[in-house]
């Protein structure tokens, strides 16, 4: 289905069109699933006599005025076009001073074109669909494969960052404090959204709903969860910050699975285990954490390790294991807070995705969970209290 293209839109796309030497283009939308509440999503299509078809991918503002001013963190838009435009060149400059080999290297869809327009912010970028990607189902508890395969791209990532720390540090200063979360806008957030999603959480709650109520019955507690790994401190990195299946495409290649991360919109200083509780809680199920979790945490440290060592950087002087067991012991709550707080958005019904316009607001975040919320819900609060945290 053809889509309006607004005028800033119209000039990005002829640009690119005159850049790949291509006639025209065509704008198709994209059909909508519910993983993306941020941008709108479409294909562009350019074309010419007797040149094959060029497929890019296109994300576009979706988020009102009102929304950007009480969102905890940067505007989205405006992150990852600091990302594509900025911040990824450092990082591919680290990769190709350390001759880092290309199957090691960080792999992101290829930017074509950008736009900085006010509400229309737009991002032109490869479309993997047609280099044979496909979606990942967000509503699938992933396999070892998919688990491994994605701790090690955060591994990457996160490994980018300690270098880039390292190799330019006022550099890395300037953008770890552009990208920090607003703390007191993310203590506004947490006090309008906390109510709703803790009384979906605990309507949502089985056979252990008397300790949850126990464990959250303290007011505090819910931001105090969310605030210490989010407030800025020495050993932090740049994490993805939104690293779930919705945000990862896969193919499979010479029998080989492969990822690619399409989403950099909420890239920002954090704890690095954020981005590895977040996957694990968001794309895991209880029977898979009861096998494999605590294999998976081992894991992330040992591709850090490698990844470091491939950008000429020493892992004990940057990341040490004994802070990063620190990290983890101090993080072990935060896949319940997880679950909490952010599953019902991850896990929410394609027709129930919030719509972020004018009339929209901060709490329209907290959604209902469905049934497999409830589901998946239950199974964090099993992992939990088999594992004597809870």
Not at 189 to 195: F, G, R
Request: charged residues 25%; aromatic residues 12%.
């Amino acid at each position: 289905m053809s889509r309006q293209v607004k005028a800033s839109q119209r000039e990005l796309f002829k640009k690119i069109t005159e850049e790949q030497e291509y006639d025209d283009y065509l704008v198709t939308e994209r059909d909508a699933d519910g993983s993306s509440i941020m941008s709108s999503l479409s294909f562009v299509t350019l074309r010419a006599q007797r040149k094959t078809d060029m497929n890019l991918f296109t994300k576009s503002a979706a988020w009102s005025a009102k929304i950007r001013l009480n969102n905890p963190i940067l505007c989205p838009y405006s992150i990852e076009l600091y990302f594509y435009d900025t911040l990824w060149e450092q990082y591919e400059r680290l990769e190709i001073i350390c001759s880092v080999p290309k199957e090691h290297r960080f792999r992101k869809p290829k930017l074509y074109g950008t736009s900085y327009e006010y509400l229309n912010e737009t991002l032109v970028i490869e479309d993997l669909v047609a280099k044979g990607y496909e979606d990942s189902d967000r509503q699938k508890s992933a396999d070892f494969e998919y688990m491994s395969t994605g701790i090690a791209l955060i591994a990457q990532f996160h490994a980018l960052s300690l270098a880039y720390s390292q190799y330019d540090p006022e550099a890395f200063k300037k953008t770890s404090e552009y990208l920090t979360m607003d703390e007191s806008k993310l203590e506004m957030w947490l006090a309008s959204v906390s109510p709703k999603m803790l009384a979906n959480a605990f309507s949502s709650a089985e056979k252990h709903r008397e300790q949850l109520e126990n464990y959250f019955q303290t007011p505090t507690r819910f931001h105090q969860l969310f605030m210490g790994y989010y407030r800025r401190r020495n050993d932090n990195v740049l994490i993805h910050g939104d690293f779930k299946p919705s945000n990862l495409m896969h193919r499979s290649r010479n029998g080989k699975l492969e990822l690619v991360v399409v989403d950099f919109q909420l890239v920002h200083d954090a704890s690095a285990v954020v981005d590895l509780m977040y996957f694990i809680f968001t794309a895991t199920d209880e029977s898979f954490r009861r096998v494999h979790y605590h294999e998976l945490l081992d894991l992330y440290y040992e591709k850090l390790k490698a990844s470091l060592l491939r950008l000429r950087v020493d892992p004990e002087q940057v990341y040490p294991k004994n802070t990063y067991k620190s990290r983890l012991e101090e993080s072990a709550m935060l896949g319940l807070a997880i679950g909490v707080a952010l599953l019902p958005m991850v896990l929410v019904d394609e027709d129930k995705t919030p719509a972020f316009n004018e009339d929209a607001d901060i709490d329209d975040f907290a959604v209902e969970g469905n049934a497999l919320f409830k589901e998946r819900f239950n199974g964090i609060l099993n992992n939990y209290v088999e594992w004597g945290l809870l």
